[in-house]
């Protein structure tokens, strides 16, 4: 079966701080790895995408890695702000169709 | 604006009743989605239609029943709600059904059932 889980489940941090949110999953034959955000009372938004033959992305302060030997992506957010401040979740794709199976997430609080 | 819009936002019904949650997207994208976020936050596949045809169904009742009018479209009709159907769900599109293709999220509807 599938798994996808997500450590922390919620975070504090002050403002400017760098973090790691963690993500592992069960199947190591992925086809990707994504990281989105979900904000309160909205859809989720994508932030990175990694194909399985990847070891990391990156877009602006957010960089994501992808060991599938160890089953493990994290997500690094560099100086982080209060508009950081979201659910982030992620989800491994490793059936046909681009069917995602999503972690909980990891609740981010960025305090000033 | 380009979008996955879904309609309504919010949706407050009483147990038995039948309803339907309408999504739209105007990205030019193949295929649709439908994901369920139950009280524990997990999002789940329900649905997937590519270019009109049902390519995902997971075991969901089938009190739920999906159409895609088009390729735009992919509407979901529920019958007979049930307190457990309470969740917000979530359309989703992208540009094809290949590995690597990003989903692009609706902002949900939030589904409570009295």
């Known amino acids: 079966k599938q798994e996808v889980t997500q450590i922390p489940a919620a975070l504090s941090v002050p403002e400017g701080e760098n973090l790691v949110l963690n993500c592992s999953f069960t199947?190591?034959?992925?086809?990707?790895l994504q990281w989105f955000r979900q904000d309160p009372g909205k859809g989720l938004t994508s932030l990175l995408l990694i194909q399985s033959s990847q070891r990391e992305q990156t877009s602006g302060r957010l960089n994501a890695s992808l060991d599938k030997s160890s089953g493990r992506s994290t997500l690094y957010i560099a100086a982080s702000q209060p508009g950081d401040s979201a659910t982030y979740l992620c989800a491994e794709s490793s059936g046909g169709y681009n069917k995602l199976i999503f972690g909980a997430g990891t609740r981010l609080a960025v305090h000033p | 604006d380009t979008a996955v819009s879904q309609t309504p936002k919010y949706l407050v019904t009483q147990m038995g009743n039948d309803k339907s949650i309408k999504c739209e997207q105007n990205?030019?994208?193949?295929?649709m989605y439908w994901y369920k976020q139950d009280s524990k936050k997990f999002l789940k596949i329900m649905f997937s239609?590519?270019?009109?045809?049902?390519?995902i169904n997971e075991t969901v009742p089938n009190r739920f029943s999906p159409k895609s009018p088009d390729k735009a479209h992919l509407n979901l009709h529920i019958n007979s709600l049930e307190l457990g159907d309470s969740a917000v769900y979530f359309c989703?599109?992208?540009?094809?059904?290949?590995?690597?293709?990003?989903?692009?999220f609706g902002n949900g509807t939030r589904l409570t059932v009295t």
């Open positions: 989703a599109s992208s540009p094809g059904t290949g590995k690597g293709s990003p989903l692009h």
């Open positions: 199947d190591s034959a992925i086809y990707n």
């Open positions: 990205l030019g994208h193949d295929t």
């Open positions: 239609y590519n270019n009109k045809e049902l390519i």
